[in-house]
């Protein structure tokens, strides 16, 4: 397994306005070293007490991006170096990481998920039940977080005209809710979908974050 040929394989994939999230979950440090060594700096974990364990051993410039189903009792532990919170799917989680951040002294970007797979086991907002949490617009007084985009997962099948759709779905909601809530919001403008099996589908739909594992450091190690 030659992790820095399968980057820069990934990478020749991903046009100038996508960037790579290196999914590094369940890899030792030395892979995560391998990837950095020529240049990647993005890296996605889901486990807390593992990204604690690598952000204290791996170099202090890497952008840490938390990609899993994140607990509310485990935001503390993230909140002083989180570069940006992917799966963000309860009003309740986005008031922890305010408060959290606001400890740190600190503003957290996030992306709101969105159940688009037709999967249960998938987590998320439905749009009906985003575009209501957003409505009420208790999230503004949040000062110490930044809805920075959306978030999804396709169903995990090979159809890929399915995969497709569902990633064009996310994107036609981000783009509603972009128009709706975040016109003059910047920030508001990131599309994380995309994972090893189907980021090129993800990227003709609009993705601008891919969160790329098994195909730059093989299988899962531990």
């Known amino acids: 397994m030659n992790i820095q040929e399968n980057l820069k394989g990934v990478l020749n994939d991903l046009p100038t306005p996508v960037r790579l999230v290196a999914v590094s979950k369940f890899h030792p440090c030395e892979a995560i070293e391998s990837a950095y060594a020529v240049g990647q700096r993005i890296f996605g974990e889901s486990k807390v007490q593992e990204l604690q364990e690598k952000y204290e051993a791996l170099p202090k410039d890497i952008e840490w991006h938390f990609i899993g189903h994140l607990q509310t009792n485990k935001v503390k532990y993230i909140a002083p170096y989180i570069a940006m919170i992917h799966a963000v799917d309860s009003f309740k989680l986005l008031t922890e990481i305010n ?38 617009k208790e999230w503004k007084s949040l000062k110490n977080i930044s809805i920075a985009g959306v978030m999804g997962m396709a169903t995990n099948t090979s159809d890929n005209r399915q995969v497709q759709n569902e990633f064009e779905t996310l994107h036609r909601f981000f783009l509603e809710t972009k128009e709706q809530f975040f016109q003059e919001d910047a920030h508001f403008k990131e599309i994380s979908m995309g994972m090893s099996h189907d980021y090129k589908l993800a990227i003709k739909a609009g993705s601008t974050l891919v969160r790329v594992g098994s195909k730059i450091f093989g299988e899962r190690i531990y």
């Open 99 to 136: 408060k959290q951040a606001a400890k740190a002294g600190r503003v957290i970007p996030c992306l709101l998920e969105i159940h688009i797979a037709q999967e249960d086991s998938k987590y998320g907002f439905s749009m009906d039940e985003c575009r209501n949490m957003l409505a009420t």
